[in-house]
């Protein structure tokens, strides 16, 4: 099986910083693809950001970059100009092709104005 | 749009009843998915279906029944639950199985 793990429980960040969440996994696949989803307080998951094994360019969206070492096996997010809204649980997500999703514990991210 | 709908919000139900949970998605997703969540844990897989038909089943006790009457739609019947099954009931759907998924803002169960 696959695991994923993120061992930052609990964070904070003041508002317009930077912060970085950590994430690795643990995996014998080449092909596969990884995600980050935030969960705010309302509770709907909202997807953040994907990465494919295969591409070496480290995906961006927007203030969202993520800092993939396949070698390392690690997959970190990195959140500029932090804003009040980015506050929420952050999971890191693992999926093989034709499989199901494996889910880090999160990461609780505080942004304090 | 990414939109994936859950009815009702929130549920309270005693141990004897039988309720149901709807998701819904206008996607064209082939691919939906039950998840339970309890507080500040990730979500854990209940079940898949894949083009309408039951593909991952992760032990679920039977008390927990789900259906796919359709491509657009995923229901979870529920019968003689436990207090321990009261959590935030999550539904999810992808384009297919092995793509990224979208999550509704799943239905508040509490078991009295």
């Known amino acids: 099986a696959q695991t994923v793990t993120q061992s930052q429980p609990e964070m904070s960040v003041q508002e317009a910083e930077t912060v970085t969440l950590s994430c690795t996994y643990d995996?014998?696949?080449?092909?596969?693809?990884l995600f980050w989803y935030k969960q705010p307080p309302s509770r709907q998951m909202i997807l953040v950001i994907r990465?494919?094994?295969?591409?070496?360019q480290n995906a961006t969206e927007n203030r969202f970059s993520v800092n993939f070492q396949k070698a390392a096996k690690s997959f970190s997010l990195k959140i500029s100009d932090s804003q009040l809204g980015d506050t929420a649980m952050y999971f890191c997500?693992?999926?093989?092709?034709?499989?199901?999703?494996?889910f880090g514990t999160g990461t609780s991210l505080t942004v304090i104005p | 749009d990414t939109e994936v709908t859950q009815t009702p919000k929130h549920l309270v139900m005693g141990m004897t009843n039988k309720k149901s949970l709807k998701c819904e998605q206008h996607?064209?997703?082939?691919?939906m998915y039950w998840y339970k969540q309890k507080a500040k844990k990730p979500p854990e897989l209940m079940f898949v279906?894949?083009?309408?038909?039951?593909?991952i089943n992760e032990s679920v006790p039977s008390r927990f029944s789900p259906e796919c009457p359709n491509s657009s739609l995923l229901n979870l019947h529920l019968h003689a639950l436990q207090p321990e099954d009261s959590a935030l009931y999550l539904c999810?759907?992808?384009?297919?199985?092995?793509?990224?998924?979208?999550f509704g803002p799943g239905t508040r169960l509490t078991v009295t």
């Open positions: 999810a759907s992808s384009q297919v199985r092995a793509y990224e998924q979208y």
């Open positions: 995996t014998s696949e080449n092909n596969y693809y």
């Open positions: 990465q494919e094994a295969y591409k070496q």
């Open positions: 997500a693992f999926l093989k092709t034709g499989n199901q999703f494996y």
């Open positions: 996607m064209g997703h082939r691919a």
């Open positions: 279906y894949s083009y309408e038909k039951l593909s």
